[in-house]
C-alpha cells in the first residue's frame, strides 16, 4: 500500500505561480508513472501532466509551455511547476502513481488550487 500526500496549493491571482509536492510513504522501487490530475466543479477529472521513472514527461495542451512536472526517484515525489496562472486553472489538484507492471494506481487527497481574475 502506497499513501500519497499532496501539498503547496492555495490562492493565487492570475498570472502568478505554484509549485504542488506529492510524496509517496514509502520509495517505489519498480518501474512507475507519477501524474498529476484536477477536477473543476461540475466537471471529469483530467490529466494535466505525467512522467515516468525514467524522466519522460507528458502535458496536456491546456499545460503545456506553463506547467512543469518533474520528480525526485530518491524520494518517490512529483512536482507541478505551475506558472502564468489563469483562473481556469482553478481545481482540486490530484497526483497518482501507477505501476506499469501491475497498472496499480494510488490516489492522493487532492488539494486545491484558486486562481483570482
Known amino acids: 500500500q502506497v499513501q500519497l500526500v499532496e501539498s503547496g496549493g492555495g490562492l493565487v491571482q492570475a498570472g502568478g505561480s505554484l509549485r504542488l509536492s506529492c510524496a509517496a510513504s514509502?520509495?517505489?522501487?519498480?518501474?512507475?508513472?507519477m501524474a498529476w490530475y484536477r477536477q473543476a466543479p461540475g466537471k471529469q477529472r483530467e490529466l494535466v501532466a505525467d512522467i515516468t521513472s525514467g524522466g519522460l514527461a507528458n502535458y496536456a495542451d491546456s499545460a503545456k509551455g506553463r506547467f512543469t512536472v518533474s520528480r525526485d526517484n530518491a524520494k518517490t515525489t512529483v512536482y507541478l511547476q505551475m506558472n502564468s496562472l489563469r483562473p481556469e486553472d482553478t481545481a482540486v489538484y490530484y497526483c497518482n502513481v501507477r505501476m506499469v507492471s501491475t497498472g496499480v494506481t494510488y490516489w492522493g487527497q487532492g488539494t486545491q488550487v484558486t486562481v483570482s481574475s
Open positions: 514509502r520509495r517505489i522501487l519498480s518501474s512507475n508513472v
